[in-house]
């Protein structure tokens, strides 16, 4: 696993809230170096291609997702 992306995920999942990364708002993620690439502007004006767009049944289709058991 690349480097970044192990920092951005260990981060991400800190016990301490205060500590998330994220914590003090979204731009404290997006200026992780894992999203050193990316074209935030590209993004939010939609102009980046999603690499894959599942096809859908209807706007309430899940069937894309794994089915979990429940536990109580």
């Known amino acids: ?4 992306l ?3 995920i260990t981060r991400l999942l800190s016990k301490d809230p205060k500590a998330r990364l994220g914590a003090k ?3 404290e993620v997006k200026q992780h170096p894992f999203f050193k690439d990316v074209n935030w502007e ?3 004006n939609k ?3 999603p ?3 599942p096809m859908l049944s209807s706007i309430d289709d899940v069937s894309h997702f794994h089915k ?3 536990v109580y």
């Open 1 to 4: 696993m690349p480097e970044d």
């Open 51 to 53: 690499p894959y767009l």
């Open 68 to 70: 979990v058991k429940e």
């Open 42 to 44: 590209a993004v939010m």
């Open 25 to 27: 708002g979204a731009e």
């Open 6 to 8: 192990e920092d951005l």
């Open 47 to 49: 102009e980046i291609t």
